[in-house]
């Protein structure tokens, strides 16, 4: 029986590289100059600090455009408050998003009854398993899907027949 699953997942490597670019472009940039802003990445945590909340605007707007050009969806990022830190400084916590949470995949599968497809859905930890009996059927499960309004980049992988 053919089937593929729908995650989201984020390319924790290629966030990596685009740090990388971002900590580059700060050590030589003008505006930075004399300035305490940095950025560190530790598992699915990005930490910026910076010296006021404009120069952590300017390095969060670094990274946006560092990531689009390497092929991240910048929706994968969830944006902590900034909050001042000790030495005058200020820092933000950013949280890379990694799976489907309950309620997405919950409202994914709710989509999919709602349509009258015929397909199955199931909740499968942090992703959702859609089987079928036709591929045509599960082409249209992802063409159904790709219209939900959602806050995460959606994969569509594992396609088997």
């Known amino acids: 029986m053919p ?5 989201s997942k984020t390319d924790l490597q290629e966030v990596d590289n685009a740090i990388n670019q971002v900590q580059r472009e700060i050590t030589t940039r003008y505006d930075f100059k004399n300035s305490k802003a940095s950025i560190e990445h530790k598992e699915n945590e990005i930490t ?3 010296d006021d909340e404009y120069k952590i605007n300017t390095v969060t707007e670094i990274l946006r455009t560092k990531m689009v050009r390497r092929k991240l969806d910048c929706q994968c990022l969830d944006y902590g408050k900034v909050e001042t830190a000790g030495g005058n400084t200020c820092r933000q916590v950013i949280k890379v998003k ?4 309950i309620e997405l995949a ?3 599968v709710q989509h999919l009854k709602k349509e009258k497809l015929k397909v199955q859905a199931s909740i499968q ?3 959702v398993r859609i089987t079928g ?3 045509d059927d599960l082409q249209q499960a992802i063409a159904s899907v790709k219209g939900i309004e959602v806050e995460l980049p959606l994969q569509y ?5």
């Open 106 to 108: 919950k409202k994914i």
């Open 133 to 135: 009996k036709k591929r």
């Open 48 to 50: 910026i600090v910076g």
């Open 3 to 7: 089937s593929f699953d729908i995650v």
């Open 98 to 101: 990694q799976g489907l949470d």
């Open 157 to 161: 992988i594992n396609f088997r027949d």
């Open 125 to 127: 930890g942090d992703q």
